[in-house]
């Protein structure tokens, strides 16, 4: 009789661990604390260490050396965090002009730093809510709403005296692009708080673009945009070199261009011309109207075009009376463009320049609401928005 004996399989179980972290991510955040703190620790001794080391030599090349009073705590803003009590060196009879240690820049230092990054932010458009969760996350920094307004106001007295006092003279400018853009802004005392930001943008004989200014009034009237056009000419616009001034329809700047730069052709941008038209058209007529204005833009003259507009007109006017009187109204400034270079058309027979700025301005205006407390705050967010703008889209 046969007897099987089986193997016997052992098992092995891993042994059972304190859980002390939750998971890997967990641990990684805690070795990452770990490594800042001991950053963090390193950067304080060796500022104290640095400091310390400047005073001895400067204590050993003076007569009467001074005698050294313990420390005292100073603030570091490092890119791994704020770093509290810092103890730096003090002499007996304080610092002076011939004790003051060069290595205590590094506080200024590193102030001007954040204090132009919260900068920065407000230039990219990001509120003043999240610029202060952001001092926080990245730097361990708390800064109040005050201190935030603070920079941005002085980042925005800055970006204003650049863009609003800059000098134009000897700078020749072809085209001059002019629009506004709304917004509600309270301060003025009026039942409406509505108030526009009057905005112009020049193009160079290279194609490069400029934002000339900008203006906070109450209305798109001819004596708000007679003093913002004025005030481009005093600068140093040179009007002799100017050819076209292109914008919307409005009847206040057209009367201020009368006054100011007669000489100057102007263009009303087909776009808003456009939109006019079509507002004022039924909606069962709208899809063929829309093609008949399209076919009038897309000719190869002025001529031409004046034919197309013809033409629509007279197979519209019974149906469409109104819609084809706004086609009427100025349309021979609507072409005005086709008088200039063909390869400059595209540029020129819309304000689309300015409206790409405009947009960027309601981007960042809308998590507002459209709305400021007072005409200052939409001054200085004007000019640091304009500034960024300015930086970013117009080179």
């Known amino acids: 009789m046969y007897t099987t004996q089986t193997k016997s399989t052992k098992r092995t179980t891993k042994p059972a661990k304190l859980p002390v972290f939750q998971d890997d991510q967990d ?6 604390r770990n490594l800042e703190d001991s ?64 290595s205590l820049q590094v506080f200024e230092t590193e102030q001007q730093r954040f204090l132009k990054i919260v900068g920065e932010m407000h230039r990219m458009g990001i509120s003043q809510r999240n610029v202060k969760r952001l001092a926080k ?5 708390t800064i109040s ?3 935030v307004g603070a920079i941005h106001k002085e980042l925005a007295d800055k970006e204003e005296a650049q863009l609003n006092s800059r000098s134009l003279t000897g700078i020749c400018y072809r085209y001059l692009v002019a629009d506004g853009i709304w917004a509600t802004a309270k301060g003025y005392g009026w039942e409406d708080n509505d108030t ?3 905005c112009a943008v020049g193009i160079r004989d290279d194609g490069k673009a400029d934002i000339l200014g900008f203006r906070i009034a109450r209305a798109e009237d001819e004596a708000s945009w007679e003093q913002f056009v004025q005030s ?44 006019n038209v079509m507002n004022k058209t039924s909606q069962k007529h709208r899809k063929a109207v829309t093609e008949g204005l399209k076919a009038i833009y897309q000719a190869e003259t002025k001529d031409e075009a004046t034919n197309k507009a013809k033409d629509l007109i007279k197979q519209w006017y019974a149906t469409e009376k109104t819609a084809m ?32 700025l405009f947009r960027e301005v309601r981007r960042r205006i809308k998590v507002i609401d459209n709305s400021f407390d007072s005409t200052d705050s939409f001054t200085n967010y004007s000019a640091t928005t304009l500034g960024r703008l300015q930086e970013v889209y117009m080179r």
Not at 27 to 32: A, C, G, M, N
Not at 137 to 141: D, N
Request: net charge positive; aromatic share 8%.
């Open 196 to 198: 526009v930001m009057l």
């Open 137 to 141: 996350l990245c730097f361990g920094i």
């Open 39 to 102: 950053l963090q620790q390193l950067i304080k001794v060796s500022i104290t260490t640095m400091v310390k080391a400047e005073l001895e030599s400067l204590r050993s090349e003076l007569p009467i050396p001074p005698a050294f009073n313990g420390y005292y705590p100073r603030q570091l803003t490092s890119p791994y965090g704020r770093i509290e009590d810092v103890p730096i060196p003090r002499l007996r009879d304080g610092f002076g002009p011939d004790t003051m240690p060069q």
């Open 145 to 147: 709403t005050d201190k």
């Open 232 to 275: 481009l000419i005093d600068r140093g616009l040179d009007t002799k070199q100017l050819q076209l001034l292109i914008a919307d329809d409005g009847g206040g700047l057209r009367a201020a261009k009368g006054k100011l730069l007669p000489r100057i052709a102007l263009q009303v941008c087909i776009v808003h011309k456009m939109r």
């Open 27 to 32: 641990l990684q955040q805690f070795l990452r």
């Open 325 to 356: 009187e706004s086609l009427r109204f100025h349309f021979e400034d609507t072409v005005t463009y086709m008088d200039f270079p063909k390869e400059d058309w595209s540029k020129l027979r819309t304000s689309n320049l300015v409206e790409r």
